[in-house]
């Protein structure tokens, strides 16, 4: 019968029963513990958690408890739904699962506010996306770490003349107490609320009767305070401890580069060696950890450029140029300029075998899916009359002059202009706020940029289905290699450069539906085979670098403009066997190659390219100056362990007297396996628990 406060109390025989079954389940997991626990919980296995990251000041992000938070399960469809979780409900905490279009600033703050009852939060999809945006980030991105300051462009500093992302509530730069995970399996979700629906719905909004359906969130964060903090706990460790416990890491990875025509990399460049820079950022985030899609925020405009690349490298005279082209895809952009940060560091300091004082001008593109760019500017006319003339052979790209009073939107070419004047500048979408209304979100997808296929095809077709996003981009790509064309002294061939909309289409394809396709395996190295999932590739900087994202744009790079050469693997692996290879000049990859025509084996090949990487870890780290406020200082907190499952949970009552048997078992079993009768008794202690799939059912069978 239910109590008003919402308990179970049985009568006299069912409580009989619950021991008798109780005792049968405890015995149960004396010998088969594992069996068990499979049967009491359901994992949860396609999940993304929020996590902690730090910077100079503060922590960001999310965390569990030591040992995991559980709470009771409470479905929240609508904004209503929330004063049974905040108040009125009789059982907490509470784990929210909350609908997708619900996961708003507005919401996440109500809940912020009642801790004591909120144990965490399983957030789902929405499908569609939302139709106002969603942007976790903030509204001026990177602020603070460009080129605009109180005592330059103060007009502009702090986006005092416009936010550049409107639609940004800055949520995943809050800290919540409570652990937060994604469901990103449909399935799951609706085995979650099925679940619901059975144990935790009671008629006219009354009580539920136990056993309810909870779910346990594991998401304990090593790291607290802030990067100063964390990475000076560290340092302790490593400097006294024979086995250091390292709580946090510095977000790092690789830049990825590349050189029109090959220099030495052993030194640098003479002072009148003259570059043309084109660069792109390759990275994005959101909420969640790792769940980065970027599909209009970063992956849209480095496919661009690496058309770009391909079609400018097939130029008849790009050999003899009389300027030198640097494509540059830079990591860890989202993160307070990261890669752009470390690459002007190293210039400055002659670590790079380009210097500052070798850059002639700087185009980047920013934000381009819409196919109308508007040119923000730094010292441009040169360039903007050359990009105007590029342009001007392309009907699909309409190009745009605006005001030369107009801030350059968060940019690479900014971390470039605090150390030297450069003439540069950025082609995007948006005069002035993104058009992007999921920037740096989990719906900055394919959809969002109208990368769709006819129902009914297969993989390979829809691998090499031109897209109409494929062709405008294709359309982009052209107008930037003829203007780089022209940029380094080209003349004769720039009506001809002409991008490849089914070069463009199949990395759309890649990067943003299916990264196990045919052409991507083909371009990789044997042992990168794994790095390619059966969905789309996440380009989150992460700490273990290189991540799979920035091995495949270096190797898909590497291929459109590089060349096949006829070398063994082994001369390959080791060109300094071969005296007519340079490795001071060409990186040589030995990459698994297309299929055969009996596709059933690989034509694995060498490819000798300029495509190299660079390391992209702020130079804070190398300086130990974590308080910086010049570079950048995000960390990521360490963890031991993140998963979430789901089960049925008893009454408080039934818990006392279930931990009673399990402290009698223990007494009893002692002579018995001991480590694995304890472990398994502290097991049950921890999780006084019911599940459908084991009780009564399985405790019957046993007997």
Request: proline letters at 6%.
């Amino acid at each position: 019968m239910a109590t008003a406060g919402g308990g179970c109390v049985a009568d006299p025989g069912s409580r009989s029963l619950l021991r008798l079954l109780s005792f049968c389940v405890l015995l149960a997991g004396l010998c088969e513990g594992n069996s068990v626990e499979r049967k009491i919980y359901i994992p949860l296995n396609k999940t993304a958690p929020c996590v902690r990251l730090l910077n100079a000041t503060h922590q960001i992000g999310c965390q569990s408890s030591i040992s995991g938070d559980t709470g009771v399960i409470h479905v929240v469809e609508k904004e209503e739904d929330l004063q049974w979780v905040l108040t009125d409900g009789p059982n907490p905490p509470y784990v929210v699962l909350l609908e997708g279009t619900l996961f708003t600033r507005d919401v996440m703050e109500k809940l912020k506010g009642r801790s004591g009852r909120i144990a965490g939060l399983a957030v789902s999809l929405a499908k569609p996306s939302p139709a106002s945006g969603f942007s976790p980030s903030v509204q001026c991105p990177n602020d603070g770490f460009g080129v605009y300051s109180n005592s330059y462009g103060s007009q502009f500093a702090h986006c005092r003349a416009f936010q550049w992302n409107k639609v940004g509530d800055g949520l995943a730069y809050e800290d919540f107490s409570f652990p937060i995970f994604l469901l990103e399996d449909e399935n799951e979700t609706n085995v979650i609320k099925q679940c619901y629906r059975d144990h935790n719905l009671s008629p006219n909004g009354s009580a539920p009767a136990f056993p309810l359906c909870a779910m346990q969130l594991f998401s304990h964060m090593h790291a607290v305070v802030s990067t100063v903090t964390c990475m000076r706990r560290s340092l302790i460790q490593s400097s006294f401890s024979i086995s250091p416990e390292i709580v946090c890491d510095p977000l790092s990875d690789y830049n990825v580069w590349s050189l029109l025509k090959p220099i030495n990399t052993s030194g640098t460049l003479e002072p009148d060696d003259r570059v043309v820079v084109a660069a792109t950022r390759l990275d994005s985030r959101s909420f969640f950890w790792n769940v980065a899609p970027g599909a209009e925020s970063a992956v849209a405009s480095f496919i661009t450029q690496l058309a770009a690349a391909e079609a400018l490298q097939k130029a008849p005279d790009a050999a003899t140029l009389p300027r030198n082209v640097m494509f540059v895809f830079f990591q860890g952009e989202t993160f307070d300029y990261i890669g752009s940060s470390r690459m002007v560091y190293d210039m400055e300091n002659g670590k790079f075998p380009v210097q500052l004082e070798n850059i002639d001008s700087f185009v980047e593109l920013g934000q381009v899916c819409l196919r109308q760019l508007m040119p923000l500017l730094s010292q441009v006319e040169v360039l903007l009359s050359t990009l105007e003339q590029s342009g001007a052979g392309v009907p699909t790209v309409v190009l745009r002059r605006l005001n030369q009073s107009q801030p350059l939107p968060p940019s690479s070419l900014q971390r470039f202009l605090r150390a030297r004047n450069v003439s540069g500048v950025v082609l995007a979408d948006h005069s002035d706020s993104f058009h992007n209304l999921y920037y740096q979100s989990i719906y900055d997808t394919a959809e969002n940029i109208n990368v769709t296929y006819p129902a009914g095809q297969s993989p390979e077709e829809d691998l090499n289905f031109v897209t109409d996003t494929a062709k405008a981009l294709a359309g982009v790509a052209t107008v930037l290699a003829r203007a780089l064309y022209r940029l380094a002294g080209g003349a004769s061939f720039n009506d001809t450069i002409q991008a490849d909309p089914h070069t463009v289409t199949r990395l759309l394809y890649g990067f943003l539906v299916r990264a196990n396709n045919s052409w991507f395996q083909s371009i990789l190295r044997p042992d990168l085979r794994s790095y390619l999932g059966d969905g789309p590739l996440q380009h989150y900087i992460a700490v273990s670098s290189p991540t799979n994202a920035t091995y495949v744009v270096q190797y898909a790079l590497a291929n459109l403009t590089g060349k096949v050469i006829d070398l063994t693997r082994e001369q390959c692996q080791d060109p300094s066997q071969v005296p007519t290879e340079n490795k001071d000049l060409y990186e040589y990859t030995w990459v698994q190659g297309p299929l055969n025509a009996n596709e059933t084996d690989r034509l694995p090949r060498c490819v000798r390219s300029t495509a190299r990487l660079a390391r992209a870890l702020s130079p804070a780290f190398e300086l130990k100056q974590w308080g910086s406020t010049e570079y950048s200082t995000w960390t990521e907190s360490r963890w031991k362990d993140i998963r979430a499952r789901i089960f049925l949970i008893a009454s408080k009552e039934l818990e006392a007297e279930f931990g009673s048997m399990a402290e009698l078992l223990d007494v009893a079993g002692k002579g018995l396996n001991q480590l694995s009768v304890e472990a398994n008794l502290q097991e049950w202690r921890l999780k006084p628990a019911f599940s459908p799939h084991c009780w009564p059912r399985a405790c019957l069978q046993r007997a």
